[in-house]
Nanobody
Framework: QVQLVESGGGLVQPGGSLRLSCAAS????????MSWYRQAPRNEREMVAI???????KYADSVKGRFSISRDNAKNTMYLQMNSLNPDDTAVYYC?????????????WGQGTQVTVSS
């Protein structure tokens, strides 16, 4: 069982920045696809950014050019740098790790961290 712990959320004014961290309990270079999702009140959980073990990244259109996902494999940690935040970015942000093991996709989630963008 992989444990994921997010941190770095909080209250920020519009136009501000935050950096989220996701610390994993095991080596994330072992074929893990790492990603950030978010869920706002009354909305479904949506993908924000993905980073594969091979370095490929993908972003939701709503965050392109503002958010940046990165991985520090030596620290088993993933980050989400969020710039130019606006109130629509308010949500609980979740870290997700997934990989194929024994022919089956294994998916793990963190507990989430709240990001609130408000003046």
């Amino acid at each position: 069982q992989v444990q994921l712990v997010e941190s770095g959320g909080g209250l920020v004014q519009p136009g501000g920045s935050l950096r989220l961290s996701c610390a994993a309990s095991e080596n994330i270079t072992n074929g893990f696809i790492m990603s950030w999702y978010r869920q706002a009140p009354r909305n479904e959980r949506e993908m924000v950014a993905i980073a594969t073990a091979g370095g490929i990244t993908k972003y939701a259109d709503s965050v392109k050019g503002r958010f940046s996902i990165s991985r520090d494999n030596a620290k088993n940690t993933m980050y989400l740098q969020m710039n130019s935040l606006n109130p629509d970015d308010t949500a609980v942000y979740y870290c997700k790790a997934e990989r194929v093991r024994d022919g089956v996709w294994r998916t793990y989630w963190g507990q989430g961290t709240q990001v609130t963008v408000s003046s």
